[in-house]
């Protein structure tokens, strides 16, 4: 018959084996903690890194939108412009500067950093 742990050396490799599944649990319960506590990091880490790319993208989105208004406002004006010359309308000087103006500013706002193309 075998042995039911109650004494003996075969009590004693029972008892062995239990404590050996116990410290096993113990060691698994710290590990998978550990990873908990990584991964939280990790988590927190990865959010910070998304915050810093969403405000990237809405700076050059930005960018993109103030570059494309720029250029659909100075094709209107010449739109403006074309349509003043072609029904026999005298053009004013300061409306004829325009693109002249866009270009001084858009070559600021790159120069000071404003806008990078």
């Known amino acids: 018959m075998a042995d039911s742990g109650s004494g003996g050396s075969g009590g004693q490799s029972v008892e ?3 404590n050996q599944v116990l410290a096993a649990e113990e060691s698994a319960r710290e590990s998978v ?3 908990g506590e990584e991964s939280a ?3 927190l880490i990865a959010r910070e890194e998304a915050r810093r790319i969403e405000e990237r993208l809405d700076k050059r ?3 993109l939108r103030k ?6 406002n100075n094709r209107i004006d010449h739109m403006l412009l074309d349509n003043q010359r072609a029904m026999g309308h005298k053009v ?3 409306a004829a500067d325009q693109p002249l103006a866009e270009a001084v500013a ?5 120069l ?6």
């Open 16 to 18: 062995a084996a239990i």
């Open 112 to 117: 000071t950093g404003g806008e990078s193309a």
């Open 41 to 43: 990091r990790l988590l």
């Open 33 to 35: 903690a550990r990873c």
């Open 92 to 94: 004013r000087p300061s």
């Open 61 to 63: 989105i930005s960018r």
């Open 67 to 72: 570059r494309r208004n720029k250029k659909i």
């Open 106 to 110: 858009i070559l600021a706002d790159q």
